[in-house]
């Protein structure tokens, strides 16, 4: 198992929509879960969403329930974050990680295994 690779972000203005894409590596069996976490200049990563991969069952951050969805495309073994009605609080470095073993501490950044190499977003109001 390799980290993941990121792709999309970029800028954007309040309240458009962006979407991030995370290529794992392997196969999906290799994995329990696929999250995206985000961390802003001063403060600490903090958890935005994940996907449990069998059964496909997101969790999500409360500060983007009913904006941002998880998704994932087992075609392509490719996670997706679709961000919309982004606001200028939601700018960051997003990364995605996985997940190979069970717990139930799915939000935390120390629960998961590979990191992606970042990727900006950014939000002009």
């Known amino acids: 198992q390799v980290p993941p690779v990121q792709s999309g972000g970029g800028l954007v203005q309040a309240g458009g929509s962006l979407r991030l894409s995370c290529a794992a590596s392997?196969?999906?069996?290799?994995?329990?879960?696929v999250g995206w976490f985000r961390q802003a200049p001063g403060r600490e990563r903090e958890f935005v969403a994940t996907?449990?991969?069998?059964?496909?069952?997101?969790y999500y951050a409360d500060s983007v329930t009913g904006r941002f969805i998880i998704s994932k495309d087992n075609a392509k073994n490719t996670i997706y974050l679709q961000m919309n009605s982004l606001k200028p609080e939601d700018a960051a470095m997003y990364y995605c990680?996985?997940?190979?073993?069970?717990?139930?501490?799915?939000?935390?950044?120390?629960?998961?295994?590979?990191w992606g190499q970042g990727t900006q977003v950014t939000v002009s109001s």
């Open positions: 392997g196969r999906a069996s290799d994995y329990y879960a």
């Open positions: 990680a996985t997940k190979v073993g069970y717990s139930s501490d799915i939000e935390y950044v120390g629960a998961y295994d590979y």
């Open positions: 996907i449990i991969l069998r059964g496909r069952v997101p």
